[in-house]
């Protein structure tokens, strides 16, 4: 006896949807006559040429030179700011913070790439390219332009990034670093990163009630927070920057630790 | 082009879970934050404290609570969930007024910093070494928070010297202090 005689009314309807919605799914999947095949979805425009990464080995000498780096980007926008005088009016008292952050990130640089060199690597001693042409690069510029009345202030905003961003790169590399003398060398320089992003808080936005993450009530934003968290995050950084526009919003950027295109690998040189 | 991303694995892929020296280690990590979570409260609940500075020091206390319990989280049936008794007794005496509770407990967020680099330099297993670092980072927070309120002070908030209890800290680094320099 054949069981489809058992089904009731509701039964047979239940089968017969399905089997209407697994054809239109599957007709939906395939090829359809006179359209010609395409490896992209459908687009407007031109879609620009991708660059592949070629082979590319992750070792501990690459992400030591990484964050080497990553020093030197802080180092030279230390730099910029120190010798363009961009800390004026209540920031110039900031001045010899920033001198001693400079003279940090210089010994962090020189203790990475020694360490870099002791496990056979070649030192790393310039910024990271990435990194400037996506975000230090543009951030200076918003800065400097004509019409910005808080640049002292989002210099400050700048160099905080900077600093979470050097942090996040030391945590995060911990976790791809084979040695364990290597990850606790690592951190020795990611807890002094931390410091620093803590007194550029404290002047960003000043207080006990400000150590914690709070909301800033008129935009519902998140302000800056000493101590943002009770674990160290590895999520993007955000700043406003710049010149407000027509509406009264500055220019966002979006900080990210470098990732496989923004990582120093050994053939790459100064 | 073909893309190719490998790791330059060492012939044996670090473990992913504490190993039993690990977990000797972690857990006197776990027992060093009790310590400090416990002492962070005598200061809490003396009476000494101003509104904002009772408030930072519940928040770091609480952070420290939850640094123990992840440990704990991490060793399962090899967490000892006790507070390092020594570490306590040594400092519970010195909390003898809202500024020494901040120079005391400033020194034993720098203690902490230095107590767990040092462990996460013998840490094999890549979750505890993960959760170690995550912890660093915010206890050196803590220390530069009170080297920046009341009154900036950038060495305060900048420097560590403090030495690392960890039981495996080289002779040279192990400490010795008993109390903490004004």
């Given amino acids: 006896m054949n069981n489809f005689e058992n089904l009731t009314r509701r039964e047979l309807l239940k089968v017969s949807g399905l089997t209407i919605a697994g054809i239109t799914f599957l007709a939906s999947c395939g090829a359809q006559s006179g359209v010609t095949g395409t490896a992209n979805i459908a687009s407007a425009g031109t879609v620009p040429p991708t660059t592949a990464l070629g082979e590319v080995v992750i070792s501990d000498t690459v992400l030591l030179r990484t964050a080497a780096s990553l020093e030197y980007n802080a180092i030279d926008t230390y730099t910029k700011v120190l010798d363009g005088g961009l800390l004026t009016g209540e920031y110039a008292s900031l001045n010899d913070a920033i001198k001693r952050f400079r003279d940090d990130h210089v010994d962090h640089a020189a203790a990475i790439n020694a360490l870099v060199v002791d496990i056979g690597g070649k030192a790393h001693e310039c910024a990271n390219t990435r990194v400037n042409n996506l975000y230090v690069d543009p951030a200076l510029k918003l800065i400097t332009a004509d019409g910005n009345a808080d640049a002292a202030r989002d210099v400050v905003t700048l160099a905080h990034a900077l600093e979470n961003l050097a942090t996040q790169t030391y945590q995060g590399i911990v976790a791809l670093l084979t040695k364990p003398q290597l990850r606790g060398d690592a951190m020795r320089v990611g807890q002094d990163e931390a410091r620093h992003a803590v007194v550029l808080a404290q002047v960003l936005n000043p207080g006990y009630l400000a150590i914690g993450p709070t909301t800033d009530e008129a935009t519902g934003k998140a302000k800056v927070a000493s101590v943002p968290s009770a674990f160290g995050g590895l999520a993007s950084i955000q700043i406003s920057l710049g010149a407000p526009n027509s509406e009264g919003a500055k220019t966002s950027l979006s900080l990210e630790t470098p990732s496989l295109n923004g990582l120093v690998y050994d053939e790459i040189s100064c | ?182």
């Avoid at chain 2, 070494?129 to 803590?142: D, G």
């Avoid at chain 2, 900036?152 to 040279?172: D, G, Q, R, V």
């Fill in chain 2, 1 to 182: 082009m073909t893309t190719t991303i490998s790791s330059a694995a060492p012939p044996t892929a670090p473990p992913k879970m504490p190993t039993s020296a690990d977990a000797q280690l972690l857990s006197f990590a776990q027992s060093a934050e009790l310590s400090v979570h416990d002492l962070y409260n005598i200061a809490i609940n003396s009476g000494l404290l101003s509104a904002d500075e009772k408030l930072m020091m519940q928040m770091f206390s609480d952070h420290h609570k939850e640094y123990a319990q992840s440990l704990n989280g991490l060793l399962g049936k090899d967490a000892t969930n006790t507070r390092n008794e020594s570490l306590y007794l040594t400092y519970a005496s010195q909390l003898t007024s809202a500024q020494a509770m901040s120079r005391v407990l400033q020194s034993l967020e720098n203690i902490l910093v230095a107590t767990h680099t040092d462990i996460l330099s013998s840490l094999e297993g890549l979750d505890g070494a993960t959760l170690v670092a995550s912890i660093i980072t915010v206890e050196a927070r803590h220390a530069a928070v009170f080297g920046t309120l009341p009154n900036a002070n950038l060495s305060s908030a900048l420097n560590n010297t403090a030495s690392s209890l960890a039981p495996n800290a080289s002779p040279a680094t192990t400490t010795s202090e008993t109390t903490v320099a004004p």
